[in-house]
Nanobody, 125 residues
Framework: QLRFSESGGGLVQPGGSLRLSCVIS????????IGWFRQAPGKEHEGVAC????????DYADSVKGRFTISRDIAKNAVNLQIGDLKPEDTGTYYC??????????????????WGKGTLVTVSS
């Protein structure tokens, strides 16, 4: 059974940064494309970044390009998301899920509508 355990969220001031971690169980991190998604209060889930198992190709939503970096931690069987230059609109609960993909600058989730507990990121002064 695939499971994701997200952590690393918190309260951060605008312009700050955080490192989110997604520890994976049930398969190795390089077997499926794994993505990070977020949900702002009252809104639907939004794709943020997707990491492909093929050559570690990465895709990002246009709104986070240049500020967020997705990467693999093989030793921990995890996929991390470094988020920087944070803005209030980055506030939300961040989740990882699989499989993901990207089209026209939009990161998409192609699995069942099932989400873990996520980790809350609040950007506020």
């Amino acid at each position: 059974q695939l499971r994701f355990s997200e952590s690393g969220g918190g309260l951060v001031q605008p312009g700050g940064s955080l490192r989110l971690s997604c520890v994976i169980s049930g398969f190795t991190s390089d077997f499926y494309p794994i993505g990070w998604f977020r949900q702002a209060p009252g809104k639907e889930h939004e794709g943020v970044a997707c990491l492909s198992p093929v050559d570690d190709n990465t895709d990002y939503a246009d709104s986070v390009k240049g500020r967020f970096t997705i990467s693999r931690d093989i030793a921990k069987n995890a996929v991390n998301l470094q988020i920087g230059d944070l803005k209030p609109e980055d506030t939300g609960t961040y989740y990882c899920a699989s499989p993901c993909g990207s089209s026209d600058g939009v990161v998409k989730y192609y699995g069942a509508d099932e989400w873990g507990k996520g980790t809350l990121v609040t950007v506020s002064s």
